[in-house]
T-cell receptor, first 115, second 114 residues
Framework: AQSVTQLGSHVSVSEGALVLLRCNYS??????LFWYVQYPNQGLQLLLK??????LVKGINGFEAEFKKSETSFHLTKPSAHMSDAAEYFC?????????????FGQGTTLQVKP | ETGVTQTPRHLVMGMTNKKSLKCEQH?????MYWYKQSAKKPLELMFV???????ENNSVPSRFSPECPNSSHLFLHLHTLQPEDSALYLC?????????????FGSGTRLTVV
């Protein structure tokens, strides 16, 4: 069965600092991996995804993530945090074998950006 | 515009009321989902519909009754709710036959049960 673990439920960085949000997955088959962002009282918005091909994927708002199969990780990074990046971030994996094709979400990480 | 529209955005209801949440998408997707998001809790998948048929019900209390009349519309009928049902209810959709697509979410309905 697939699962996702996000290390750290709360991450705080200073404006302009590196953002690193950690995600590890468990899957017996090659996964599709996703990062979503949720602003207060909003739905989840897709930031980026890895399906096949290049392991470093770029998303919106300057975020990127690298798929590392050997480490079963898909960490999200951004070189320089902006105040507007403060939000909840969710990592998700999609099973390739389930007949419902549903996404499995991590617990979420709240990113706080300090001025 | 996310492509998935949820109405109403906010709802306050008493424990004896009956109300419905609506979700609509015109993205051509054929799978739709209801999620519950409570404060300080992870996303909880409630129901999954594929091609209008319910394929998953994650032990949701019967006071929540979903309805999917077609692939574009999803409802969540609510009756005799409890205060602990107060949460953000999110609807999502996806193309069932494209596993690399992910979900498209609506903005949610903030429900308060008083």
């Amino acid at each position: 069965a697939q699962s996702v673990t996000q290390l750290g439920s709360h991450v705080s960085v200073s404006e302009g600092a590196l953002v690193l949000l950690r995600c590890n997955y468990s899957s017996s088959v090659p996964p599709y991996l996703f990062w979503y962002v949720q602003y207060p009282n909003q739905g989840l918005q897709l930031l980026l995804k890895y399906t096949t091909g290049a392991t470093l994927v770029k998303g919106i708002n300057g975020f990127e993530a690298e798929f590392k199969k050997s480490e079963t990780s898909f960490h999200l990074t951004k070189p320089s945090a902006h105040m507007s990046d403060a939000a909840e971030y969710f990592c998700a994996v999609r099973t390739l074998t389930s007949n419902t094709g549903k996404l499995i979400f991590g617990q979420g990480t709240t990113l706080q950006v300090k001025p | 515009e996310t492509g998935v529209t949820q109405t109403p955005r906010h709802l306050v209801m008493g424990m004896t009321n009956k109300k419905s949440l609506k979700c609509e998408q015109h993205l051509g997707h054929n799978a739709m989902y209801w999620y519950k998001q409570s404060a300080k809790k992870p996303l909880e998948l409630m129901f999954v519909y594929n091609f209008k048929e319910q394929t998953e019900n994650n032990s949701v209390p019967s006071r929540f009754s979903p309805e999917c009349p077609n692939s574009s519309h999803l409802f969540l009928h609510l009756h005799t709710l409890q205060p602990e049902d107060s949460a953000l209810y999110l609807c999502a959709s996806s193309p069932r036959d494209r596993d690399n697509y992910g979900y498209t979410f609506g903005s949610g309905t903030r429900l308060t049960v008083v």
